[in-house]
């Protein structure tokens, strides 16, 4: 009878022991994966921490570029030997002033628009020239790809604007062997659509030259010698 007892008791041990090391098991794969999750997360708190550092220091120089003085914008006189420069200011009056060492000495030209510190006056930078505004209106064709073939009925005008425009391009010498003047240019005219803006594409293709289009009225300015710049 004892030894019955004693064994219904190992049995219950057991299981309870067995059930409880699942159990156990159970919980260690839990904390596992939580871990896991955990690590992820710090990686990635991590990283994103990481990422703001920098979007901070990117705003605290853009903080402090936008907080830098202005500069004045000056031209290049004259460069001399000792490495110093003198420049015109936009207020008028010439200075001999200092360059930035990290600036490209070949770039330093008579003539060149620069930026000027305000209270030294030294050059911090090179400006790119100055363009007239007016001329962002007109279209830009780098090459055209118009073809003479492409131009039907105008057989005589095709030939006489190459005689006129393509052959002092290409081939100059001829004239200048024989003494003639090349002409400086051709006027085309003639009612809307007989062909003359395609004609002038035609030979910007074949002589490989920039075809600019703009709109006759916008050579005619109020100032005399506007329109002229504007051809220039």
């Known amino acids: 009878m004892a030894d019955d007892i004693s ?7 057991s299981e309870y022991l067995m059930e409880r090391l699942r159990k156990l098991e159970e919980e260690y794969y ?5 871990y896991r999750r955990l690590e992820d997360e ?9 990422r703001y550092e ?7 120089s853009e903080i402090e570029r936008l907080r830098s003085p202005p500069l004045i914008v000056g031209y290049i006189s004259d460069v001399l030997e000792d490495g110093k420069v003198v420049v015109k200011s936009s207020t008028g009056p010439k200075f001999v002033v200092n360059t930035s060492q990290y600036l490209n000495k070949d770039e330093l030209q008579p003539g060149t628009r620069v930026a000027l510190n305000q209270q030294t006056l030294a050059i911090i930078s090179v400006l790119p020239t100055p363009k007239d505004p007016m001329v962002y209106g007109f279209e830009i064709d780098e090459k055209p790809d118009i073809s003479y073939s492409d131009i039907g009925g105008l057989d005589k005008q095709i030939e006489e604007v190459r005689e006129a425009v393509e ?11 024989i003494g003639i003047e090349p002409p400086k ?7 809307p659509g007989t062909g003359k803006t395609l004609l002038a594409r035609a030979v910007a293709h074949h002589t490989h030259a920039t075809f600019i289009r703009v709109v006759g ?7 005399i010698g506007e329109g002229a710049r504007l051809v220039r």
């Open 217 to 223: 009225s916008e050579f005619v300015q109020k100032y």
């Open 167 to 177: 052959l002092p391009l290409l081939k100059p010498h001829l004239f200048a062997e």
């Open 30 to 34: 839990k904390l596992k994966e939580l």
């Open 42 to 50: 710090k990686r990635f708190v991590e990283s994103e921490r990481i």
């Open 54 to 60: 920098r979007e901070v220091r990117r705003l605290r």
């Open 185 to 191: 240019g051709v006027l085309l005219f003639g009612p």
């Open 7 to 13: 064994v219904k008791d190992d049995v219950e041990l």
